[in-house]
Every structure is written in structure tokens, then in C-alpha cells.
């Protein structure tokens, strides 16, 4: 099974801007998830078959960019715009239609938005 392989996570302003990796995807559709400790882990976005089209959640859309590199085996996740409920530990995963994770998790990368 592939390790996936977060980071780029840190602390940020609110209306600041990071860019999330993830390497080991293959050709596999992923998405990006989060979590806050003591809560659920939610979907963020996602690049889905067969067309390769992104899809987010309404609390991120239009303030965060999920994109890939084939080449580089590497999933981004561009958030801009950023507030402190952005805050949480994003994980990538391979995922089976739009947002369902299926693989094993990473350990994570963690971002902090301070207000």
C-alpha cells in the first residue's frame, strides 16, 4: 500500500494564504480532508474520475485550489483567504467516488489560523 505523504502545513493569519502537498498518489483519485481534534474528519476537496474535475465543500469553496502533479506523484492544496475555522490537521487519501477516504491514512500536517 502507498504512504502518503503531507505537509506544508504551519501557522497563518486569517486572510493569509498556504499550499498543502501530498506525496504517493499515483493515478488514484484523492482528496483532502481535515480534522480538529475531538471532532469528526470531514472532506475538504477533491479531483475525481473519470474526468478529473475538483470538488469541494461549501466552507472552502472558492477560497481553497486542489490540484495534482501526475509526474510528481503529488497532490496540492492551495488555500487562500484562510480563517481560524480552517484550523485542523489535513490529511490526504485515495477516495472512491467524490469524498469517501479509502486508504490508510498519513500523519497529517497541522495548520493554525490565528485571527
Known amino acids: 500500500q502507498v504512504q502518503l505523504v503531507e505537509s506544508g502545513g504551519g501557522l497563518a493569519q486569517a486572510g493569509g494564504s498556504l499550499r498543502l502537498s501530498c506525496v504517493g498518489t499515483?493515478?488514484?483519485?484523492m482528496g483532502w480532508f481535515r480534522q480538529v481534534p475531538g471532532k469528526q474528519r470531514e472532506f475538504v476537496a477533491s479531483?475525481?474520475?473519470?474526468?478529473?474535475?475538483?470538488r469541494y465543500a461549501d466552507s472552502v469553496k472558492g477560497r481553497f485550489t486542489i490540484s495534482r502533479d501526475n509526474a510528481k506523484n503529488t497532490l496540492y492544496l492551495q488555500m487562500t483567504n484562510l480563517k481560524p475555522e480552517d484550523t485542523a490537521d489535513y490529511y490526504c487519501?485515495?477516495?472512491?467516488?467524490?469524498?469517501?477516504?479509502?486508504?490508510?491514512w498519513g500523519q497529517g500536517t497541522q495548520v493554525t489560523v490565528s485571527s
Open positions: 479531483i475525481v474520475l473519470p474526468d478529473g474535475s475538483a
Open positions: 499515483g493515478r488514484n483519485p
Open positions: 487519501n485515495t477516495i472512491l467516488g467524490v469524498s469517501t477516504p479509502i486508504g490508510a
